[in-house]
Structures are given as C-alpha cells and as structure tokens.
C-alpha cells in the first residue's frame, strides 16, 4: 500500500485555506493566489481579520462601506462586490449602496481624504485632517479616522494587487468560471484567477514558457546584480550623487507611460461610490506644480507612523508592521531557474522605485542601481498597477521577466502593494501627526 507524504507547505496551505474560509465564509480568489507565498498570506489574512471584525473604534458596516469606497476609486468591481455582500451581511443599509450620496454625511465627508489618498497622496496637509476632525456636526474622532485611512489604504493597494494579477470574480459571482482539480504545484495565474487550478499547458500565456534561450534575460539580470554589488564595495557614490540621481530618476518616472488605452469611464455599478470621477493619478511635479521630497528621516514608518497607529489603534500597527517586513524580506533566494541567488538588491530597488514615484527618498540609497536592475517594462508594469491599476493589462503581465516563475511575479505584486500601502500611510499620517503638533 503506498502511504503520501504530505509536505509542510501542503499542511500550511490547507491551514490557510481552512482559516480564510472559517473567517470570511469562502475561499476567494486574492487567497488563491496569494498562497504562492504562506508566510505572507498568513500575515495578510491576520490583518484583514483584525481589520473587519476584532474590536475597533468603527463599526463593522462603515468598515465594509469604507472598503467599498475605497476599492471603488480604482474601479475594482470585485473588490466592490465582496464588500457589497460583506456590508448587507452585517447589517448595512441597503440604501447606502444606491450611491455615497445616501450614506451618512461622516463617511460623504471622508470621500476627500479617500479620493487624494487614491491617486496623489503627497497632496495630503493637516487641514484635509483638521476638516474631518472638526466638522460641528459627523466629526471623526482620531482613533476612528486611524482606522478609515488603514483601510483605505489597505483597500486601495489590494486593488491595485487584484488588477495586476488579473482577479476574476469566483464560481457563485458574475464573470466567475468553472473549477477543476485543483493542483498547486506549478499553475498559471491566469488559470487561478479564472478558477481553474489545472497545471499550466498550452493555454498558458506563450511568452512565458522559456524559450531556446530560457536563461538570458535571468542571467544578464544577474549579472547587473553582481557589477552593482563590486561597485557598491569599490566606491560609494557621494551624497551629492545620490542626491542627483534621485532626482533624476524621479523626474524619469513621469516619462513612463502606465496605458497606451483609451480612458475608460467607470460603470455606474462602480462610480456612484464615489465622488468626482474625473480626478485620477499625476504626477507630482507636472506642470509647474512642486512638491518638496519627503525625506525617510524626517518622517519614516519604523520612527513615526508605526507608534502613531499603534498608539491610537493598538495592535494595528504591529500587524501592519509584520506585514512590511514579510513582503519585504522574503525570498526564497531564487531567480528562475537559479537557485542560492541574494535577492535583496533587487527587491529594494523595487520598493524604493516605488516610493520614489511617491516623492519619498532614502538618503543612503544609489538610486542609480534602479536604471540598472529595472527594464522600461517592468517599470511600465509597476507604474500601472500601482498608481493606475485599473489600466493594467495582460500585457504588460506578460511582457516583463518573461522567464521568472508565475509566483515569483505574485512575490512582485506583494512587494508592490505593499510599498504603495506604506508611501500612502506616510503621507496621511505625517499630516495627522502635523494636526497634532
């Protein structure tokens, strides 16, 4: 008789898989693809739980609506229809679903803070802060305004990791398709987000699949991993350059363009959650326009925003911690095919590409490394999903590291969303902590 051995990656998975649907009342797709990576998804389920039902200074149906709203603002109609189901299942009025218009005039009032968070955070001053706090009449109290700007900038970021993993809805919603056994060895993203578990075969995406020269564009990367590395213990840059390639790279980041579509106007189902349809992302020294640079040293998560969330909505602020720190750090020391690679030049240079399409520097990094490391595509991609991801194609998916592994592109994702998550926090939290000084 043969006995299966069972790996302890298949048991943490199946925990995972237990725990999400014993919490949320289904196994939806984010957790499906977030699987590729346990430790994250464990970190992430724990924070959402928190978030949505463990005690906190909102209520469980502002918080749904709060979520809808913000998911609205990227028009991320799965998202929206989750929450939908989530907010009438604790109790929501129905009415406020025909439009933000028919919701309490308190969260009309965060549709301010919730539009600038979405698409130009370094707009944020502590008067957007002072108007909520303020207000005669549905004022928020600090505790509870902590808690609408982390879940707006859960939400927001979630978006942006639903479209650029390409998210459909599940089997029971609209849009949503047939299973089949499910095998979580080696399957495409686009076979998970479709509900289908099956291995990848031809109707994967070609372009992944390695072709006569499968190593490459992996090698040549690596190789640039290692010249930077020699350079980096040869000589250090002075912090005059590093100082001008920050500013060079930033003002490059505005050439990358996120779409070659058209622009798409949101369906009623999505918009009438939101106010001003028209605002979207700029960037932020367009026009004539400045915005001075924040700096990481004068107001960082780890020496500011940290305390500040935990202070005044205990235990937050750890588990979103944690959760940085996950995205941040994994790895598997992996490049494709390779194995025993260091990661961590790459995987900073994403994360602070990121925050400094944000206007947030870190004074002791060679921004130079981030032209070196990351292709026009790949930029193009993290641009899109992060700051536009209701453009995101399947495209632009396939188009960047074309021989790296399906999870190894979600790992991407997680670091993407992650770092939007904290540039957005700083922003927001700088202001609350300037409204309190």
């Given at each position: ?5 069972v790996?302890?990656e ?12 014993t919490t ?7 957790t ?8 994250y ?9 928190y ?17 809808i709203m ?14 939908v ?16 218009e ?5 969260l ?8 600038i968070?979405a ?18 009449e549905?004022?928020w109290?600090?505790?509870e305004l902590?808690?609408?700007?982390v ?10 990791f639903?479209f650029g ?5 599940e ?16 399957y495409?993203?686009?076979d998970?987000t ?5 291995v990848?075969?031809t109707?994967?995406?070609v372009?992944?699949?390695?072709t ?8 040549a ?45 949101p369906?009623?189902?999505v ?9 979207g992302?700029?960037?932020f020294?367009r026009?004539g ?7 990481a ?13 935990n202070?005044?909505y ?38 602070n590409y990121?925050h400094?399409?944000?206007?947030i520097?870190?004074?002791?990094y ?5 032209n ?13 999903v992060v700051?536009m991801p209701?453009?995101?194609t ?10 790296f ?15 939007r ?10 202001a ?5 000084t």
């Open positions: 008789m043969e006995i299966l051995q790996s302890t298949d048991t943490q998975m199946h925990t995972l898989f237990a725990e999400s649907f949320l009342g289904r196994l939806d797709n984010i499906l693809v977030m699987v590729f990576h346990p430790q998804l464990e970190s992430f389920l724990k924070t959402q739980h978030l949505l039902q463990m005690d906190g200074p909102l209520p469980l149906h502002y918080r749904h609506y709060i979520g913000a998911a609205a603002r990227h028009q991320c109609s799965y998202l929206v229809n989750l929450h189901s989530d907010f009438l299942h604790v109790g929501g009025e129905p009415k406020w679903l025909n439009g933000l028919n919701a309490p005039q308190k009309q009032n965060l549709g301010e803070l919730n539009k968070l698409h130009r955070p370094w707009l944020i001053t502590k008067e957007h802060i002072e108007q909520l706090l303020k207000t005669e549905h004022s109290s600090l505790a902590i808690h609408a700007v879940l707006l900038t859960h939400y927001h970021s979630l978006a942006s639903t993993c390409g998210i459909n809805p089997i029971h919603c609209d849009g949503g398709h047939t299973f089949r056994p499910p095998s979580v060895s080696d495409c993203i686009c998970i479709n509900g289908n578990h099956s990848c075969e109707q994967g995406p372009r992944n699949i390695p006569s020269e499968p190593s490459s564009e992996v090698e990367l690596m190789e640039k991993m290692k010249q930077l590395q020699e350079c980096r213990d040869e000589a250090k840059a002075s912090k005059e350059e590093k100082a001008t390639r920050f500013e060079k790279e930033k003002r490059e980041s505005m050439l990358v363009c996120c779409s070659e579509d058209e622009e798409m106007a369906t009623r189902d918009s009438r959650h939101f106010e001003d349809t028209s605002y992302y700029k960037d020294s026009h326009m400045h915005v001075p640079t924040l700096h040293q004068d107001y960082s998560w780890e020496d500011h925003g940290y305390s500040l969330v202070r005044l205990p235990d937050v602020g750890q588990l979103i911690d944690e959760k940085f720190h996950i995205a941040y750090d994994l790895t598997y020391n992996t490049m494709a095919m390779h194995k025993d690679v260091d990661t961590s030049m790459l995987r900073r240079a994403i994360w990121i400094c399409m944000f206007g520097r870190y004074d002791d060679d921004y130079g490394e981030i070196q490391l990351l292709d026009r595509s790949f930029k193009v991609y993290i641009k899109t700051c209701e453009k995101t399947k495209r632009m998916y396939d188009s960047f590291w074309r021989q592994k399906h999870s190894e592109k979600v790992h991407v994702n997680l670091l993407l969303i992650e770092a998550m904290q540039a957005e926090l700083l922003y927001a939290l700088r609350i902590t300037r409204y309190m």
